[in-house]
């Protein structure tokens, strides 16, 4: 299976201040159909994931232009560039290129 | 507007069985990818389960022939049959779309004796 490691796993930030997540991947992401899917979730206290990014760079309808995602090969980032306390969460990175589908540990975001 | 709407969860015995629905509406479940996504007590996601357009079915190893997916495109709607549970099954599961571009608000299934 692709081992999905995100770091930090924890990550105190000041409001206003940008934060990143590094997620690396132990194999190569890119489909044979030449998309790498590796997307990025959000999940607040009490409810389900959200989607952020997909494959890599594109953000989900309705998602702020403060996130953005980057990124090729095994090695991808997601940057918030100024946090907010409603980004108050745990953030997955996952791979859909191979199967099984697989997902980091989780990034938990707090404010400071 | 796309949503997901699981159902069928529950407190069952070790060994015991249960069936999910994902209830489907905003979309065609035949043209979509569908999965089940998993999350134990305070951890993090897992996918154990993939349907495709084609309808090719993919299982994580950890539930591997014990569990099935299937879905029932007249009612629009994604089944997980899942069998000999187990108490390492406890978690909330999500049924989600596509590349889980949307996902329900989940149903608990706990396993205990």
């Known amino acids: 299976d692709v081992v999905m490691t995100q770091s930090p796993l924890s990550l105190p930030v000041t409001l206003g201040q940008p934060a990143s997540i590094s997620c690396r991947s132990s194999?190569?992401?890119?489909?044979?159909?030449?998309?790498?899917?590796l997307h990025w979730f959000q999940q607040r206290p009490g409810q389900s994931p959200r989607r952020l990014i997909y494959r890599v760079s594109n953000r989900d309808s309705g998602v702020p232009d403060r996130f953005s995602g980057s990124g090729s090969g095994t090695d991808f980032t997601l940057k918030i560039s100024r946090v907010e306390a409603e980004d108050v969460g745990v953030y997955y990175c996952m791979q859909g290129t191979h199967w099984p589908w697989t997902f980091g540990r989780g990034t938990k975001v707090e404010i400071k | 507007e796309v949503q997901l709407v699981e159902s069928g969860g529950g407190l069952v015995q070790p060994g015991e069985s249960l069936r999910l629905s994902c209830a489907a509406s905003g979309f065609t479940v035949s043209n979509n990818y569908l999965s089940w996504v998993r999350q134990a007590p305070g951890r993090g996601l897992e996918c154990v389960s993939v349907?495709?357009?084609?309808?090719?079915?993919y299982y994580a190893d950890s539930v591997k022939g014990r569990f099935t997916i299937s879905r029932d495109n007249s009612k629009n709607t994604l089944h997980l049959q899942m069998n000999s549970l187990r108490s390492d099954d406890t978690a909330v599961y999500y049924c989600a779309r596509g590349g889980a571009s949307h996902w329900g608000q989940g149903t608990l299934v706990t396993v205990s004796s």
């Open positions: 194999q190569g992401l890119e489909s044979s159909d030449g998309n790498t899917y």
């Open positions: 349907i495709d357009i084609s309808g090719g079915v």
